[in-house]
């Protein structure tokens, strides 16, 4: 083997391992690395002005937040369609929405969502807008939209700039979590301790019953199944979480043992 040769070898070897280094890196558990995003400082100055979650943060878990969002955006395609006008506040607060309810848990991502799609408004069962029927405000799809999530724009605005509402955006990305073992059924298998599932039954099924009965706060559309309840409650966990604190210590028990299991520890 002459000189050139050997020097090639290296010359490739080289390249190759330093290629794998990066791939490994930068990639974390999901493959596409998409550009044009805004940058970490981008990233918090937005969530130190919107994100009430984030401000209640210390420093260190800021960055460590920050760091998420950014990872989330960079590995997540957003797509404005039917005339949204979607711009980079929103994209954060889309990725914020996503990292809030797996914050205190360092290795997850979402491993089956390639695409968050967003529409200027809320939408029908066709995916059509302005029309009667027109009050869906986000949705995680099925079929030929696995993998894909649909949040209307005014809906996602909402949520962080009007807190009397509901948070579409965290509620469907609850749902992705939901479905992460495969049932959307308002039980999180990855998430929820062995022991939890029972009691975290119970306590679904007794507030449906007040829900259905009119007698608690919980927004009505929580007693439509254990999926649309986990959903709307972790909503108001992570919106108003004194409140939710004050009015169900218990369900806010069972979704702090869920969400933060540390924190009880
Ligand atoms: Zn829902």
């Known amino acids: 083997m002459g000189t050139d040769t050997q020097l090639t070898l290296v010359f490739i070897f080289t390249i190759g391992g330093l290629l794998i280094w990066y791939v490994i890196k930068y990639t974390g558990n999901k493959k596409v690395l998409l550009e044009d995003i805004p940058d970490l400082a981008r990233v918090i100055e937005v969530l130190g002005k919107n994100v009430s979650f984030f401000k209640e943060l210390d420093k260190n878990a800021r960055f460590t937040f920050a760091e998420r969002v950014h990872y989330f955006l960079s590995t997540t395609k957003i797509t404005a369609e039917k005339g949204a006008s979607v711009n980079d506040e929103d994209r954060i607060l889309i ?124 927004r009505d559309y929580a007693g439509v199944s254990e999926a649309e309840f986990f959903a709307v409650a972790s909503e108001y966990f992570f919106q108003r979480p004194q409140l939710l604190e004050k009015d169900h210590p218990e369900l806010f028990e069972l979704l702090t043992m869920i969400y933060n299991p540390g924190k009880l520890t």
Do not use: C
Request: charged share 20%.
């Open 95 to 218: 990725a914020t929405s996503a990292t809030i309810p797996l914050f205190h848990f360092k290795y997850w991502s979402y491993e089956n969502l390639d695409e968050v799609i967003v529409y200027p408004e809320g939408f029908d069962e066709q995916y059509g807008l302005k029309n009667e029927g027109s009050v869906i405000l986000g949705m995680v799809g099925e079929g030929v939209m696995n993998r894909k999530m649909i949040l209307s724009l005014e809906a996602l605005r909402n949520g962080f700039f009007n807190s009397t509402v509901s948070h579409t955006a965290i509620h469907e990305f609850v749902h992705l979590i939901d479905k992460a073992d495969g049932a959307v059924d308002g039980v999180p298998e990855y998430l929820i301790p062995k022991e939890l599932v029972r009691p975290w039954i119970n306590e679904m099924h007794a507030n449906i019953i007040k829900i259905r009965n009119n007698e608690s706060n919980i």
